[in-house]
């Protein structure tokens, strides 16, 4: 997958109506390629059409090293969805304004789920940066179903 071309995301954005929702959303795969974990981060924007007509979905792929030494304790990993994520906002803002928009995390505050452990990390950072509060699971789809179907289908926005 390609990357998105943010100026299209931007301009799609502008085009629509104030009533227009957006959700944005990162997530994340361990891979392991010649014995080094990678990490392919997948970044969804959805754009609700006026909140009520369909949407548009742009998305992309990239891929880092993992440093993380445990799979079962993903710190570096989950931390590096919330960057990427609040970064995406960061370079939309300024067509964001009056705007519904949500920030998507792809962690459960539960205890059994290994993303638990940075849940107050993440939410903070994301009120700290975006100046939103962030919707975790079960209510964040843009990070857990959008991005997740985007990478498993290899969508390339035109």
């Known amino acids: 997958?390609?990357?998105?071309?943010?100026?299209?995301?931007k301009s799609f954005i502008q085009a629509q109506s104030a009533q227009t929702r957006?959700?944005?959303?990162?997530?994340?795969?361990?891979?392991?390629e010649n014995n080094v974990w990678y990490a392919d981060y997948t970044a969804a924007v959805v754009v609700h059409i006026d909140g009520?007509?369909?949407?548009?979905?742009?998305?992309?792929?990239t891929?880092?090293?993992?440093?993380?030494q445990r799979a079962d304790r993903?710190?570096?990993?989950?931390m590096t969805e919330v960057y990427k994520v609040s970064e995406l906002y960061l370079r939309l803002a300024d067509?964001?304004?009056?705007?519904?928009?949500?920030?998507?995390?792809?962690?459960?505050?539960?205890?059994?789920?290994?993303s638990s452990n940075v849940v107050a990390q993440a939410i903070g950072y994301?009120?700290?940066?975006?100046?939103?509060?962030?919707k975790i699971k079960p209510e964040a789809f843009a990070a857990t179903n959008a991005a997740d179907r985007l990478r498993h289908l290899k969508?390339?926005?035109?």
């Open 1 to 9: 997958m390609k990357p998105f071309d943010i100026e299209v995301v």
């Open 22 to 32: 957006i959700y944005i959303g990162v997530d994340s795969e361990r891979i392991r």
């Open 52 to 61: 009520k007509h369909g949407c548009r979905l742009f998305g992309e792929v």
């Open 63 to 68: 891929r880092e090293r993992d440093w993380d």
């Open 74 to 78: 993903p710190t570096t990993r989950l």
């Open 95 to 114: 067509v964001l304004e009056d705007r519904l928009v949500e920030v998507h995390l792809d962690i459960n505050s539960a205890d059994e789920h290994a």
């Open 126 to 134: 994301i009120r700290g940066t975006c100046n939103v509060v962030p």
């Open 155 to 158: 969508i390339i926005n035109a």
